[in-house]
């Protein structure tokens, strides 16, 4: 993953270029599965036991690093709470990821979690790549959603399918890796707000804050 493939653009000094491409990814579930948490660890490395409840919208970035590719994510953490319900389709519009997250403890939330996906299957972008996030793993004790029964969901909808606890860190870094690897990272891309494909960066337009470029 750190390493760059060989037969890429070269900078005047001999350093490989890295393409810089920028994703929205919108995250969608009932309230308190988990959304704003997983964000949380993935961007900052926190988790809160008192997290507070989404009002409308959260926006976060964060870039992870590909063998030559900087993915920028701008992140739009959406409230779960019904009433929030008729904004989403602001979030997920022109987004080229999302993450549907449900609480293995919660049946409920796994049914809510099907419907997200419905909705994205007929009203977002038909290219858009669409995860599912088990969230919650380490409460495994209490769990009611299986995970052979999800998993099969996700292969019938093609849909990346991981388990994740934001408590322990499990899967977090890795679902938004493993969406980051699916996206086309295209030359041509999807322009501004497009949800064709990467809107790829001018140089030294980089973005401001990574954690896997340190
Ligand atoms: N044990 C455990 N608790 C978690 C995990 N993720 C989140 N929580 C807790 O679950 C509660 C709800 O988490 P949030 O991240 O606010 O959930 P949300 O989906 O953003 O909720 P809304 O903003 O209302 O849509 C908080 O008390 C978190 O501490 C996890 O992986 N394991
Ligand atoms: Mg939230």
Same mark, same amino acid.
């Given at each position: ?66 063998? =030559? ?7 739009? *953490? ?24 449900? *609480?293995?403890?919660?049946? =409920? ?28 793993? =380490? ?65 030294? =337009? ?9």
């Amino acid at each position: 993953m750190a390493t760059n493939r060989t037969g890429g653009a070269q900078r005047p000094n001999g350093a490989p270029q890295t393409k810089v491409c920028q994703f929205k990814l919108v995250l969608l579930g009932e309230s308190a599965v988990g959304k704003s948490s997983l964000v949380l660890r993935f961007v900052k490395g926190q988790f809160h036991e008192y997290q507070e409840s989404t009002i409308g919208a959260a926006f976060l970035t964060q870039t992870v690093c590909l063998d =030559d590719t900087t993915v920028k994510f701008e992140i739009w *953490d959406t409230a779960g709470q019904e009433r929030y319900h008729s904004l989403a389709p602001m979030y997920y519009r022109g987004a080229q990821a999302a993450i549907v997250v449900y *609480d293995i403890t919660n049946q =409920d939330t796994f049914g809510r979690a099907k419907n997200w996906v419905k909705e994205l299957q007929r009203q977002a972008s038909p290219s858009i790549v669409i995860a599912l996030a088990g969230n919650k793993s =380490d409460l495994a004790a209490k769990r009611m959603v299986e995970f052979e029964e999800a998993q099969a969901y996700a292969d019938e909808n093609g849909l990346l399918f991981m388990e994740t606890s934001a408590k322990t860190a499990m899967n977090v870094n890795d679902i938004f890796l493993a969406i980051a690897n699916k996206l086309p990272k295209s030359e041509s891309g999807g322009g501004a707000g497009g949800a064709g494909g990467a809107r790829r960066l001018a140089d030294g =337009d980089t973005p401001r804050a990574s954690s896997c470029c340190k």
